[in-house]
């Protein structure tokens, strides 16, 4: 079983959030993580079992790199995949639920909500982003 954490980072926070969801995730048996920022990211997708896509909030948007992978994901079926949507914010924090929304509209199965985290991630919103990527883990290892 695959996962694949797809990110975005302006400052580092969103960075530091997908290094803590792989993490999580690795620690389920017989799950790989494939961590790749979002202008890498293409031809895992079909390979990926379960897809969990990251960014931070600029102008109540994913950052537009987000929104062109996001936007390209209407080529790639993703019936029977699973995922989640997280992501930092300085202000508003919309990101996290459109990226969720879309991965919604697009088929994936959402195995957890979307994870909001305002600022730099501290030590508890570090713990949740490892939950994230053991939940999402969890339900693609035991199908």
Excluded at 36 to 62: C, F, N, Y
Excluded at 103 to 126: C, S, T
Aim: proline share 3%.
């Amino acid at each position: 079983m695959q996962i694949l954490v797809v990110y975005d980072t302006r400052t580092g926070n969103t960075d530091r959030m997908a290094q803590a969801v792989a993490e999580g995730a690795r620690a389920v048996d017989k799950v790989e993580v494939v961590l790749k920022r979002v202008r890498e990211a293409g031809d895992d997708l079909a390979d990926a079992d379960a897809i969990i896509v990251g960014s931070p909030t600029h102008s109540k948007q994913p950052s537009q790199a987000m929104k062109k992978f996001l936007s390209d994901l209407s080529q790639v079926s993703l019936k029977d995949k699973v995922g989640a949507a997280f992501g930092s914010y300085g202000w508003s924090g919309e990101a996290p639920g459109i990226i969720e929304r879309t991965l919604k509209e697009r088929g994936l199965r959402v195995a957890a909500k979307a994870l909001r985290v305002r600022g730099a991630p501290g030590e508890i919103a570090l713990t949740n982003c490892r939950n994230l990527g053991r939940t999402v883990a969890t339900s693609i290892a035991h199908v």
